[in-house]
């Protein structure tokens, strides 16, 4: 039996709601979890214009500046697909 690309369905983040500052993390975050581990997304919320940080990833993530929370979140799937993808042989 042969597999192709097209056939591969990479399940997505699961992205929590927003998450104000706590015990955990001191500034305003996401948390996406996927099979690997999870993602954490921070920005200082006071800010009219944050930047977003990911702070955490389930294998080190490259450094990148996101002013856009949306973009952050793609770039995590984005990368957790190149991830996993380079990790199959078909």
Same mark, same amino acid.
């Given at each position: 039996?042969?597999?192709? &690309?097209?056939?591969?369905?990479?399940?997505?983040?699961? $992205?929590?709601?927003?998450?104000?500052?706590?015990?955990?993390?001191?500034?305003?975050?996401?948390?996406?979890?996927?099979? &690997?581990?999870? *993602?954490?997304?921070? $920005?200082?919320?006071?800010?009219?214009?944050?930047?977003?940080?990911?702070?955490?990833?389930?294998?080190? *993530?490259?450094?990148?500046? *996101?002013?856009?929370?949306?973009?952050?979140?793609?770039?995590?799937?984005? *990368? &957790?697909?190149?991830? !996993? &993808?380079?990790? !199959?042989?078909?």
């Amino acid at each position: 039996m042969t597999h192709q &690309l097209s056939e591969i369905k990479i399940i997505p983040i699961n $992205w929590s709601s927003i998450q104000l500052p706590n015990n955990e993390c001191t500034y305003h975050h996401l948390i996406g979890e996927c099979g &690997l581990g999870k *993602f954490l997304i921070t $920005w200082k919320g006071h800010k009219e214009h944050p930047r977003y940080d990911i702070e955490d990833s389930p294998v080190p *993530f490259p450094y990148e500046v *996101f002013y856009d929370l949306d973009d952050a979140k793609q770039a995590c799937q984005r *990368f &957790l697909n190149t991830v !996993i &993808l380079n990790c !199959i042989q078909l």
